[in-house]
Nanobody, 124 residues
Framework: QVQLVESGGGLVQAGASLRLSCSAS????????MGWFRQAPGKEREFVAA????????VYADSVKGRFTISRDNAKNTVYLQMNSLRPEDSAVYYC?????????????????WGQGTQVTVSS
């Protein structure tokens, strides 16, 4: 069983940057595919970015492509989401997720483990 803990959220102005971190427990982090999702009030949770266990495959939602960067450090059991040029519409609770097959996916039901989320609020 893996436990995921997100950090790095906060309140920023439009145009600012934030880096989210997701720390994972356990010895098998390097075998997991990792993803970031977000959920705004009154909206369904949506895919943001995903990275394969090797880090060689990466997928982004069109809405964040060119602004967000997902990366991982398997030695630190951590996955990151660097968010630049933030917009008010990026405001949401951001969740980290892991899938045990190590692959990338945009579909939340393919992920086996979830963190509790971290709030990101972008003011205009």
């Amino acid at each position: 069983q893996v436990q995921l803990v997100e950090s790095g959220g906060g309140l920023v102005q439009a145009g600012a940057s934030l880096r989210l971190s997701c720390s994972a427990s356990g010895r098998t982090f390097s075998s997991y595919g990792m993803g970031w999702f977000r959920q705004a009030p009154g909206k369904e949770r949506e895919f943001v970015a995903a990275i394969s266990r090797s880090g060689l495959e990466i997928v982004y939602a069109d809405s964040v492509k060119g602004r967000f960067t997902i990366s991982r450090d398997n030695a630190k059991n951590t996955v990151y989401l660097q968010m630049n040029s933030l917009r008010p519409e990026d405001s949401a609770v951001y969740y980290c997720a892991a899938r045990t097959d190590g692959l990338v996916s945009t579909r939340e039901w393919t992920y086996n483990h979830w963190g509790q989320g971290t709030q990101v609020t972008v003011s205009s």
